[in-house]
């Protein structure tokens, strides 16, 4: 089972959709999460951190289940320049690495 | 400009002939690391560093070697490429608190290696 998983997707939604990706981490010992973006051929960038009370930033969402072990990214009035893979990411128990999920990809339709 | 740059962008090579990548930060950062990407896969980190001369193993890291002799730079090397290694590499740099990664990773632009 991999560490982190996601849907890959694709996920087509036109103009103006809310769209919401969910991610499940294997290893209850982790202790930070984030979701980073992706945009085609370019480097990752951080999109937003995930917090245990959930967090907000604009049309971002993320929210944070520890229980259940999983992440996940909410966008809403989905825009054109949305469109990327998005990747969610896990901080190992040894708080030195980083576990990347494969990504999940969302096109946003004109 | 805060950014990690890595050299070459591209690269086409031969399967045993030695190839460095590199990699270099301006941001003071502690942590470098370096992953490869690959369709499916998502990213492995390669290697990683906390700080000058202190380097780890990451989850994939047969076949290549790192050295960290200054804080800014990062080469990753690759002794006798084969073409299983044909991937996207990428360097990334963060702040670290001297046991911990700390904060956001900083992604260098990426190089596309193809071994044949």
């Known amino acids: 089972r991999k560490e982190v998983e996601q849907d890959p997707g694709p996920f087509n939604v036109p103009e103006g959709a809310t769209v919401a990706f969910n991610c499940t981490y294997s290893?209850?010992?982790?202790?930070?999460f984030f979701w980073y973006r992706q945009d085609c051929r370019k480097e990752p960038k951080l999109l937003m951190s995930v917090y245990s009370s959930g967090n907000e930033d604009g049309r971002f969402t993320a929210q944070l289940n520890r229980a259940s072990q999983y992440i996940s990214l909410l966008i809403r009035d989905s825009k054109l320049s949305d469109s990327a893979t998005y990747l969610c990411v896990v901080k190992k128990s040894s708080a030195r690495q980083l576990t990347f999920g494969s990504g999940t990809q969302l096109t946003v339709l004109p | 400009e805060a950014q990690v740059t890595q050299n070459p962008r591209y690269l086409i090579t031969v399967t045993g002939k030695k190839l460095t990548v590199t990699c270099s930060q301006n941001?003071?950062?502690?942590?470098m690391s370096w992953y490869r990407q690959d369709p499916g896969l998502g990213l492995r980190q390669i290697y990683y560093s906390m700080n000058v001369e202190v380097t780890d193993k990451g989850d994939v890291p047969e076949g290549y070697k790192v050295s960290r002799k200054e804080k800014r730079n990062f080469p990753l090397i690759l002794e006798s490429p084969s073409p299983n290694q044909t991937s996207l590499y990428f360097c990334?740099?963060?702040?670290?608190?001297?046991?911990?990664?700390?904060?956001?990773?900083?992604f260098g632009p990426g190089t596309r290696l193809t071994v044949l």
């Open positions: 990334a740099s963060s702040l670290s608190t001297g046991t911990s990664l700390g904060g956001e990773q900083f």
């Open positions: 290893n209850s010992a982790s202790q930070s």
């Open positions: 941001m003071n950062h502690e942590y």
